[in-house]
């Protein structure tokens, strides 16, 4: 096992052509007073297609809204996005989003909130919708809870049925905010492994934002360090940990070496 950490140029492009471009992309956003806040200042990123990229920074640095606007639910205020060569206008069902506050209806059983999406866009007959979300389910962990309503799960397992009914849309991009943040500890790391061998079987480009350094060098291929006042990527990290990972690159010297690094830039104790 191996891993190296450089710091790169954050404008480098990974590969000729990237599957996702964000170009000068900046986001205000405007004020009870008439005034206007700069969530963002010139964010510039490529993402290439089938990579798994974190994305760290301090609490209200922008990582929400950037997600928002890869998935063309926030406009941005200047600067282009672009998802596979087209710039992006608006939801694309090819781009699919695990919600920070994990959206999930109150009233639909676990398996009809996995189906929903897939209902939306007509996909399958109803015993192949049936056949992908009890995948999908199991996935996630949550095999007999089926025909639970979300009120009698608790944070994390809602969260599991959010993450469950954005893959079983097959979506090429999944950008996930925070998916694992109200898991235990030990569901969180097999959650993470099932991420990454789902990301390694389908080839999705994922992106996931999160507020553990540890989980965000474990799971990416990149950790992009994002800093407020601008708000803007200030680092991108390179992670050569090989695949599959194992529960020892968790508590690799190496491993410890990069998590202090990016926690040091997080908190602005490195300039
Ligand atoms: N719809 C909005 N209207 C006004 N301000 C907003 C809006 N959305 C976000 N902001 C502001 O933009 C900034 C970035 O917010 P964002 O939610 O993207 O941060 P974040 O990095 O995801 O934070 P956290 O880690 O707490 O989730 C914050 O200052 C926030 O107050
Ligand atoms: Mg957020």
């Known amino acids: 096992m191996g891993l190296v950490a450089e710091q790169q140029n954050q404008n480098a492009p990974k590969q000729a052509s990237p599957l996702i471009r964000i170009a000068g992309v900046a986001k205000s956003f ?21 990579e798994f990229v974190s994305i760290v920074g301090p609490s209200g640095c922008g990582k929400s809204t950037l997600l928002y606007m890869i998935g063309g639910l926030v406009e941005p205020s200047s600067g282009s996005i672009e998802v596979g060569g087209s710039r992006v206008v608006g939801p694309d069902p090819k781009v699919g989003i695990v919600f920070q ?36 389910i199991e996935m996630v962990g949550l095999r007999g809870f089926e025909d639970r309503l979300p009120k009698e799960l608790s944070g994390g397992m809602k969260q599991r049925v959010a993450i469950a009914q954005t893959f079983a849309c097959d979506p ?4 996930m905010d ?44 990149r950790v992009v360090v994002m800093a407020p006042r601008p708000s803007r990527v200030i680092a991108t990290y390179d992670v050569h940990l090989d695949h599959p990972r194992t529960a020892e690159m968790r508590t690799a010297p190496e491993t410890a070496h990069l998590r202090n690094e990016i926690w040091n830039l997080v908190r602005g104790g490195v300039t």
């Open 30 to 50: 405007p004020t009870p007073e008439g005034g206007s806040v700069t969530a963002l200042e010139a964010v510039d990123l490529t993402v290439a297609r089938g």
């Open 101 to 136: 506050e994990f959206r999930i209806f109150p009233w639909k059983t676990v398996r009809s909130n996995v189906m929903f999406g897939l209902e939306l866009q007509g996909k399958g007959n109803a015993a192949e919708r049936l056949a992908i979300a009890d995948r999908y």
């Open 172 to 175: 090429d991009v999944v950008l």
């Open 178 to 221: 925070e998916p694992l943040g109200s898991v235990d500890a030990l569901t969180r790391e097999k959650l993470q492994d099932e991420l990454l061998r789902i990301w390694r079987d389908s080839g999705k480009t994922i992106i996931v934002v999160t507020h553990s350094i540890e989980e965000a060098i474990y799971l990416g291929q």
